[in-house]
Structure formats: structure tokens, C-alpha cells
């Protein structure tokens, strides 16, 4: 997780508001590079910088001043205040800046952040949900609206926005500590999500470490001295000591639930929606939908299926199945999909896993891996298990990596619904390999094959299907189990 210190700028100075009360402002640096270059210089791997003046105006007041910054310091930035037209983000990326933070115009006109994606990419763009009493406002916080910060997050997942930036108004430059309600409902919904406002102590930054966001701002704390940066830096857990994950799978044929033996003889399982919802409401960390005879049936995905689920979870949601292109990526991702596992295309055409991470981020593309040990060696195979590539599963894996990919879901054949445990052997040596998280599927019988998974086979998640579908055992249960042994989850 990220520890990101706030420089807000009024004139050329480095000041905090109360609340965002220009009225309340107090200067504590005349030289706002100088801020700059001591954070980085104390440990910040990214900064986070307001114009204050251009949020009221609508115009860059300080784009010098940000540009100076800009040249002197070596890690990511990231700008906000009165970004509202395309030519004032041109400029802005054109001067270096890493990531731009959209408040009033994406609440006014959803079609601007479209736009902006497409013209940038979606890893540049970071939405400000600014919020009082839950309700958002914008121009400088000087105008309140009438829209539901949840509600207008869910719309942001459906246009493709994958990072955005929550602010509790009534907190901010307070000192009165985070609004973690309103954070860990916001975290539930798989954004790259960066908490702001009302951040007083130590404690408060390693409570939030403990929520699964990205990242922190603090602005007012590290000006009056009440978090030392290095000490906040060192309090949070690098972005690769996740959480173990427990997800369940919903293998869909002809729009319903399924389960089989080795990728065969299929039993129904339920209702998609229905079980989807199920398990975002036991506390899953995330859900996989796998269209499964799109591949084979040489169509897409189904969005509306996709949509239904969307709007019934509250957790990551991964798509896949069908998935040839660009296109259908980005259609997946608008329907409600939070990232896209690739399986048969990627084979087929590799740099499709870079254009994709390129284009959409790493953490929305998910290369999925299905593998069968034939004699003594393990192969990839694609379309739904049913053609053998010749590929061996450890160079395609080391492959995918390289190429951009931000997850493998990696699936034994031999075990899949056997309910025998995962192939520890396979599960083991991919996950030693690669740096990039790797989901166990297949083979999950009982509660001592998650636990053996996660420890012997390294994995970052396992992946179980019949398990959960047929009432066996309960996500909370699994959780607990886990809990004991010392596996770290979020209960």
C-alpha cells in the first residue's frame, strides 16, 4: 500500500484547508518544491498535488510551479483541481504529470471521463469522490449535490474507471480520523482505491493498511507533525504482501451454474446471479465467472449475464470466456467486470496480454491456464480443456508474466472437480516461478486442501466451485479455519 503526502497549492504556496473552507487556510511552506523533493526524499513513492485555485476557477492557476515540481522529483505525480476540458489534461500529461484526478467533471458529464480513457488510457485517470454526509460535491467543495457517493461509484466500474480517490469533506484538515465505514464499503468494490481525510495518527495508517486499499493520502497530519512519513512508509505492507483470497467460481453454460468431473459431465448448479450475490453478501474476496462454452461455440461472453452479476456483487468481479480482443475486453469491462481472465486468445495471439495490460493496467488482466500432466510433463491446454497446445506450462507461464500479465488463474485438469486436493507439485513450482499472483484451481475438496494450497502450494488464492455451490462449506467457515493457522485473511 502506498503512503501518498498531499501538497495543496493557493498562489504559489503550500497550504491546508478545514473541512475545504477556503476561508480557513493556513500556509505552512512557501515553496511547494521544496515539500516535494523532502517527501520523496523521505521515502514517498508517489505525491499527490491540488490546485486549489484552478478546483474554483476551472483553469491551471499553478502550472508552473506543478511543471517545476514535476522536474525535480523522480516518482509518480498525480494532479487535481480544475481539470475539466481535454486541452487542460494535454497539457498537464504533456508536462509529465502521471495521472490526472477528475472531481467535478466526471459527476457533471460521465461522457468527459470516457473520453479522457480513451484518449489516455485508464491508467491515467482517477476519479475524486469527494463526499459530505455521503453526498458528493464539487468545484473546490462549494457546491453541494444531491448524488449518492456509492451509487455514482458503481456507474465509474461501468465505464471502465479502475482508481479512485474518496474524501470524507467533513474530515479532511480535521484530525478527527478516517470515515473507515464509508472506505471499507468503497473497498468491497474492487476499485485501486486511495483513502483521504481525517488522518491524525499512526494508528489510523495501520488500520487502513488492513483494509485491502492501494493507497493513503495525508496532508495535515504530516504538516503538524502528527505522522512522521518514514514511520507511516514503514507501517503499511508492501503491495505484494496481499492477503490470502478465497473465490468461488461460476462455471456458466447456457445461462446457468455448472459443475463437472475433469471439465465434463456437467450437473446444474444454480441460478449465476443468484449465487453471485450469495457470495458477496458471506464475505467472498472475489468472484470468478467463467463463460464456458463461448470458446467453443465461437461466441462472446454474455453481457447481460455480466451485467446482472455486477450489479448484484459488491466484490471483484472476474470475467472470462469468448475473449478474442481489445474489444471484447473493454466490453466486458464496461458491463460491469473489474478485470478479464484471457485463456485460449492469449495462446493464440500473445501480444494480446500487452496491448491489454497496456491499455486497461496490469490489474484487470488475468491470464487463465489450463494444465494436464502428460507423460510426466505438464501442457497447456485451450478452448474449455478440450485442445492440447504442445505448450509447457512453466514457459508459458514465465511468458505471460513478462508480458504484462496482473494475475494466472491456473486450473489442473487432473484434479478440476475431482475433489481430490490441487496438484501441490504444479501449484508449487508455477508459483515459485513468477512474481504476479497465482489462483489455485482445482481439485478443492475439503477445508485442508484451501489450507495446503495457500501454504505448501504458495498460492496468493484458491479458487473452488462444488464446494461452495452445494453447501459443503461456508465462505465464513473457510475463513475461520484458515484464520487459525495463521493465514492472513480478511474475515
Known sequence: MLIIPAIDIINGECVRLRKGDYGS??????????????????????????????????????????????????????????????????????????????????????????????RFGAEKIVVGLDAINGKLATNGWLKKSNIDYLVFAKKLKKIGITEIIFTDISRDGMLTKPNFKAISELARMNFNLIASGGISDISDVEILSGLNIYGIIIGKALYENKVCLREAVDAVKPLTNLTKRIIPCLDVANSRVVKGINFKNLKDSGDPVE???????????????????????????????????????????????????????????????????????????????????????????????????????????????????????????????????????????????????????????????????VIASGGAGSLKDLKIALNEGKADAVLAASLFHFNEISISQAKKYLSKFNIPMRI
Open 25 to 118: 487556510k493556513t500556509v505552512y511552506f512557501k515553496n511547494p518544491v521544496k515539500v516535494a523533493r523532502k517527501f520523496e526524499k523521505d521515502g514517498a513513492k508517489m505525491l499527490h498535488i491540488v490546485d486549489l485555485d484552478a478546483a474554483k476557477s476551472g483553469k491551471p492557476e499553478n502550472l508552473k510551479t506543478i511543471i517545476k515540481i514535476r522536474k525535480i522529483v523522480n516518482i509518480p505525480i498525480e494532479i487535481g483541481g480544475g481539470i475539466r476540458s481535454l486541452e487542460i489534461a494535454d497539457k498537464y500529461i504533456k508536462a509529465g504529470v502521471n495521472r490526472l484526478i477528475i472531481g467535478t467533471k466526471a459527476i457533471e458529464n460521465l461522457n468527459f471521463i470516457k473520453d479522457l480513457i480513451k
Open 275 to 437: 449465487l453471485g450475490k450469495k457470495y458477496s453478501e458471506e464475505g467472498a474476496d472475489e468472484l470468478v465467472f467463467l463463460d464456458i462454452k463461448a470458446t467453443k461455440e465461437n461466441r462472446k461472453t454474455t453481457l447481460d449475464m455480466v451485467r446482472r452479476i455486477s450489479e448484484n456483487v459488491f466484490i471483484p468481479f472476474t470475467v472470462g470466456g469468448g475473449v478474442s480482443n481489445i474489444t471484447d475486453i473493454k466490453n466486458l469491462l464496461l458491463s460491469g467486470a473489474d478485470k478479464v481472465s484471457i485463456n485460449t486468445a492469449a495462446v493464440l495471439n500473445p501480444a494480446l496480454i500487452f496491448k491489454a495490460a497496456k491499455k486497461f493496467g496490469n490489474q484487470c488482466i488475468v491470464v487463465a491456464i489450463d494444465a494436464k500432466k502428460i507423460n510426466g510433463k505438464y501442457k497447456v491446454f485451450t478452448r474449455g480443456g478440450s485442445q492440447k497446445t504442445g505448450l509447457d506450462v512453466f514457459e508459458w507461464t514465465k511468458k505471460v508474466e513478462s508480458l504484462g500479465a496482473g494475475e494466472i488463474l491456473l486450473t489442473s485438469m487432473d484434479r478440476d472437480g475431482t475433489k481430490r486436493g490441487f496438484d501441490i507439485e504444479l501449484l508449487e513450482k508455477i508459483s515459485s516461478a513468477v512474481k504476479i499472483p
